[in-house]
């Protein structure tokens, strides 16, 4: 089993912070900074004082607000099923899979108003229900993907390469892999067993599909950004003001030199024609504080005490805030990834139950927000030139190349994949 040891290498000058938050540490650097600092006082030019919208919920009385949560009635679960069943008899690959060929007549209108909801309602929404018992690996993922394509029809890549070679890799999987690779292979947390801190991920809508829950633990959490806006903008305009400045993002050689991106984790967006006003946030902590086998680059700069306390604060409001979702094995879960931390909690697996999820980033042409120039370069790593033919499929769990610490050597080989045919 992968053990996990603290990194000391990293850019000379980065401040005492880890991926998982320490919070005596956290208050401790409020106060040398409040001691030490002349903070702002006022927030960036055109910044809100106060976002008013379904996006800015909190956790402790969402679900008295929000019916978060569609059960699929037995109407739908016949038609679910006679969807999968058309999609087979035309032996297509899964990158074939779209709202023509898993068609779901009735349920389709469902699914376009959970779209509304992810994009412009409270931002997210649990589809429950799902007989995954009832259907091979191979189905469920056919069934998970054609659901998505009628609440969001554009899948994203989540890895340009396949067993070597160049590939659309649009499906990843959420497991703990920790007892099949090196733990200097792993450089993200969906790869263990560890807490998961706030973040986002890349994309415009997150899709988790729960195939199987941990013997123990594994919560799941979201935290409405815009209400983390709120709240520090009304108490901290000074971190406001750093989280709209630049950032030296490290890219974990996703790009080419100099390995990181410079790029604010904060974005407003005024009114426009019939674009309402919009808070956009992108950042994952570890691009900062490096995680397991990927440490933050020593040739990058290293941040700053400032930017280690937002980040802090970023975790600790949207906790105080969050409300924890039980996934079950059938959820669906679909999160607007630009108004909408996540986070999980650390959990246990047994012989018999080991959690298990799968991931798709997705984009709606009709509701996508607009994405902010800074970001255009990461939303087409994603999304920019994937074809139907060229979509993979694994089948099972195996690291990313953008989260391997180096080529990752597993124990145990997968087993199979679905895969567009070359």
């Given at each position: ?10 850019p000379p000058g980065q401040p005492d912070i880890a991926y998982t938050p320490d919070w005596d540490k956290y208050q401790a650097r409020v106060q040398r900074r409040r001691a030490s600092e002349d903070l702002a006082q006022t927030l960036p030019d055109g ?138 292979s792993i450089g993200s947390p969906a790869y263990t067993t560890e807490k998961q801190v706030f973040h986002t991920d890349s994309g415009d809508i997150i899709a988790l599909f729960a195939l199987s829950s941990a013997e123990e633990g594994g919560e799941s ?202």
């Open positions: 089993m992968a053990n996990a040891t603290t990194n000391l290498t990293g910044f809100p004082a106060k976002l008013d919208s379904t996006l800015a919920w909190d956790g402790a009385d969402v679900a008295e607000r929000y019916d978060y949560a569609y059960h699929l009635t037995d109407p739908d679960l016949t038609e679910i099923h006679e969807a999968l069943t058309y999609f087979r008899s035309l032996s297509k690959p899964l990158g074939e899979v779209n709202q023509q060929s898993f068609p779901l007549r009735d349920l389709h209108a469902t699914l376009r108003s959970i779209s509304r909801d992810v994009h412009d309602g409270y931002g997210f929404k649990v589809i429950r229900g799902v007989p995954i018992h009832k259907y091979s690996r191979e189905e469920n993922i056919i069934i998970y993907a054609g659901l998505a394509a009628h609440v969001a029809s554009i899948r994203g890549r989540q890895d340009h390469q396949f067993n070597g070679k160049p590939a659309d890799v649009v499906l990843a999987h959420i497991k703990d892999l920790s007892r099949e690779f090196d733990a200097q959490y979201l935290s409405s950004s815009w209400t983390v806006y709120n709240e520090l903008a009304a108490t901290r305009p000074d971190l406001i003001r750093i989280l709209a400045e630049p950032w030296d993002v490290d890219e974990f050689g996703k790009t080419g030199p100099p390995g990181f991106t410079r790029r604010p984790l904060l974005y407003h967006q005024p009114s426009n024609g019939s674009d309402p006003e919009r808070l956009l946030i992108q950042y994952a902590r570890r691009a900062f504080v490096g995680y397991w086998g990927l440490p933050r680059s020593a040739n990058i700069p290293a941040i700053t005490e400032a930017q280690a306390e937002a980040l802090d604060a970023l975790h600790y409001t949207a906790e105080k805030h969050a409300v924890a979702l039980e996934f079950r094995p059938g959820d669906i879960q679909f999160v607007n990834n630009l108004s909408i931390f996540h986070a999980r909690g650390s959990f246990r697996d047994s012989a018999h139950k080991q959690r298990h999820l799968v991931r798709l980033w997705l984009r709606d042409s009709e509701l996508a927000w607009k994405i902010p120039e800074a970001l255009q370069s990461r939303w087409d790593r994603v999304y920019e030139g994937v074809t139907a033919e060229n979509q993979v499929f694994p089948l099972e769990p195996s690291i990313r190349s953008a989260s391997s610490g180096k080529p990752a050597q597993p124990i145990l080989q997968p087993r199979a994949a679905v895969a567009a045919p070359a």
